[in-house]
């Protein structure tokens, strides 16, 4: 057997990557960054290089569930089929709905979709896309006339001032933020403006960091607007021939923010911050700016976005190189969902129920007699409705809504309360399987075939090269077949191919150039075509290999009279202000490594490495007033719900602002599902949720022991109070913590390392106090576990240890170190992991730094690889580099 590869698409973010996946002779797999992808062309981040590492079947369902029960796919089906059938006919089609996700392909979304709109009847389909990508949907919407983004990657590259407005590119689209980081230094001229409350990763390449007050984006982009006005920087042609609005707009921005001082002064910044980026804005006709979560997760994101557009309409800088605002997405389809319409206030192909001509279309075309005929139930509205039982039957797809729902506690509390609860995953045990009546087991990425479509409406092949496991099947086939027993006609496919052209067609149906999305050229594939497609832009509108990359550059725009809207912003606070009880703010966030709740990057040990446990990011400050150490337990609260986290202090967060990550879930730790303490407030246009602010509290905890336990088998934590867990290479690693102290710490390290394991010996040290212990098993001469524990969370460096799992043997003198804590003469201490795609350490790098004199990251790549594949670990190597001068001084 030879070699083969396959030419497919990363499963994360939205930037699309394309990958290359081979097949070895002997069964490996292999993935690497396709050069020829438009998106990445040839770059990859740690997750996306890390990929071949979560490919194996442990955590997946394979066999249909019904009430934990292993049944076949027809006993399955007809439970589906017939008690979604008796819900509609008992209470109608509004009693059930839909919960989808970004993850899902676009021929997945497509059906869906069409079930819940044109049959069932209902529009009570959502998709957790709504949580991230809503407000800038319909801030598109109001400006443009479609929820289009003009622009593409290129533009990145090509402009001479990059705004990154609320989004920490370096770590959430790291591939993007290296494209702009090598154009920026081959082009010396350009220009960086990063906007965030927070100094991360990204504003390692900015020229100028704005530390804005949280909420306050809005003012901010109303004082540009009126300032480039005042200014003489409007682009008078371009307002007059192709926008309208544009008075009441600048009229209402200089009522809130009629100066640079009364923006600062509402931003927290300082005068010559804002003027410094006004003018530079203003000086520069190439800019983009880029928004994501920073701007979108609000109470008022909608306005944040359409602040942000007004001030591209007034400068005429849109759809031309280098030029305009760009929405950069955080799952692999969104884009696709939203082109779908698996979003409760939109229909397929961007058409829109407010337009009956546009409902009449659809239905006509689909063949739909139950065709919805109003919006309906966003995410955040949709589970409050299963709460108090107005939606009593509900399908889940490839998504996880117990976590990263705001609110979640409530969330968890539905979907227990749920009538009916149909779940489709490829893994078996989430936050929000356990309450499931029905599992369906479905294709994960490298099984499926369909498309997806990224930030800059590119559509890209997602290709199969792993045999379907078990008894799994796609979403799409899943869907189609409870349809049909539905009774329902049009559900006849037998290939992803079919759904992708109907898909297209649908897209142009009846589109004379009023809609945007168009992908007529793509409506006629054949199977061989739609099997070899290669990436394109949308509209698509006559041969498949010709998209266009970038809209709106000739001042037509898809509303009724082709002009761009400004839209008058009126800057609202958050939901909930801060208070004495709740004195902090939380931001949530992603961490480098990590993607969503875990799942699938959990699964990988080199991602496990750099940020081990769920942390809170307080500045020193704060922790100082509240006596709180670096890298103590504390306990965050909100109204909402509660959690605990590992303290860090970080100079890089601002004052009164507290950063906590959202990917931790109860398969991974005991209490650190954030999004349970996070309010759920929404944009009142686009329904996304708050989850940049909500108040909260901190108090330091202090249980009676602290420990942490590496062992190659899962462990037993029924005597901690606090756990988490990663997976380390060939191992596990937990974190512990508990308030009661055993009376005998030798029973209580064998209790909670329970494996059986025949001939296995313990090695042992006590402190005279039994507060301290420290245990080593060892089987075969193999170190299996170990087990510390003391009365403080100080305790001996874990990463050195980590490496003895590595050996065949560990001998007496090893052992000895062992339980001493350090390593032994000839044995280096690595460090926690900067760089997770070539696992180089920290200690690795400080000592590489010293010892060799290295002065920049391109000189540490040369010697130990770090920073030479994503590059997202070069901020915290130039910061180590900065340490190092410091400390050399």
Known sequence: ?????????????????????????????????????????????????ALGETLDLEGRVLHPIVNGRQVDWNEALDTVAGRFAEIIERHGPDAVGFYVSGQLLTE??????????????SANIDTNSRLCMASSVAGHKRAFGADTVPGCYEDWEQTDLLVLAGSNTAWCHPVLYQRAHAAKLAR??????????????????????????????????????VWLHDHGHAHAAFVAEHTEGMAEALRIARWYAPSPEAVAQHCGLHVSQVVGFFRLFAATDRTVTVYSQGINQSSSGTDKVNAIINCHLLTGRIGRPGMGPFSVTGQPNAMGGREVGALANQLAAHMSFEQPEHR?????????????????????DLFQSVARGKVKGLWIMATNPAVTMPDADQVRRALARCEFLVVSDCTAHTDTTRHAHVLLPALAWGEKEGSVTNSERRI???????????????????????????????????KPHEIFAEHARLSAFENNGERDFNLAGLSTLSPAQYSALTPVQWPVSASPTLGRQRLYGTGEFATANRRARFVPITPRPPGMTTQPDYPFILNTGRVRDQWHTMTRTGKSPRLSGHVVEPCAEIH??????????????????????????????????????????????????????????????????????????TPVRLRAYRPAWHAFVL???????????????????????YELAGEAAARDWSMCARGIVTSDAPGAQWSELFDSTQQAYRGARFVDGRLDSCVFIGPGHRLPPRDWLIELFGRASVGGRERT?????????????????????????????????????????????EKLQAGTNCGSCVPELRALLAEATRASA
């Not at 020829?36 to 981040?45: E, K, M």
């Not at 997945?108 to 009847?121: P, R, S």
């Open 360 to 380: 009449d279309r659809v239905a006509r075309f689909w063949g739909a007699t139950r065709m919805a005929a109003r919006p309906g139930l966003k995410a955040v």
């Open 108 to 121: 997945d979304y497509y059906v869906a979709n069409k079930l819940m709109k044109g049959f069932i009847g």
């Open 817 to 861: 170190r062992v339980l001493a804590g350090t390593p032994g003469a000839g044995q280096k201490d690595a460090g926690r992991i900067v760089c997770a795609c070539f696992s180089v350490g920290h200690n690795t790098l400080c000592h590489a730094i010293t010892e060799l004199g290295l002065q920049s990251p391109e000189e540490i790549g």
């Open 620 to 693: 020193p400050a704060d922790a100082e007033k509240l006596e709180i150490e670096d890298g103590e337990l504390v306990q965050l609260a909100s109204r909402w719900g509660e959690v605990t986290l590992r303290a860090r202090r970080v100079e890089a967060q601002r004052r009164g602002s507290v950063f906590v990550p959202m990917h931790w879930s109860d398969q991974f730790a005991s209490a650190a599902r954030i999004d349970s303490v996070v309010n759920p407030f929404q944009d009142p246009h686009s329904g996304q949720p708050e989850f940049k602010h």
């Open 460 to 494: 890209s092949r997602q290709r199969a090269f792993l045999e379907a496991p078990g008894e799994a099947k796609p979403d799409w086939w899943i869907v189609s077949a409870v349809a049909r027993r539905l009774g329902f006609p049009g559900f006849a496919y037998e």
């Open 711 to 733: 062992s190659r088998h899962q462990v037993n934590t029924a005597a901690a109070d606090y756990w988490v867990r990663s997976r380390r290479q060939g191992l596990w690693h």
């Open 1 to 49: 057997m030879t070699a083969s590869t396959v030419k497919t698409t990363c499963p994360y973010c939205g930037v699309g990557c394309g990958l290359e996946v081979t097949r070895t002779a002997d069964g490996g797999i292999s993935v690497r960054a396709d050069k020829s992808h438009p998106a990445n062309l040839g770059r990859l981040c740690s997750k996306g290089s």
């Open 188 to 225: 010396r001229h350009m220009r960086v403006v990063v906007i965030d409350p927070r100094r991360t990763a990204t504003g390692d390449m900015a020229d100028l960091h704005l530390s804005l007050q949280p909420g306050t984006d809005a003012i901010l982009f109303n004082g540009l607007l």
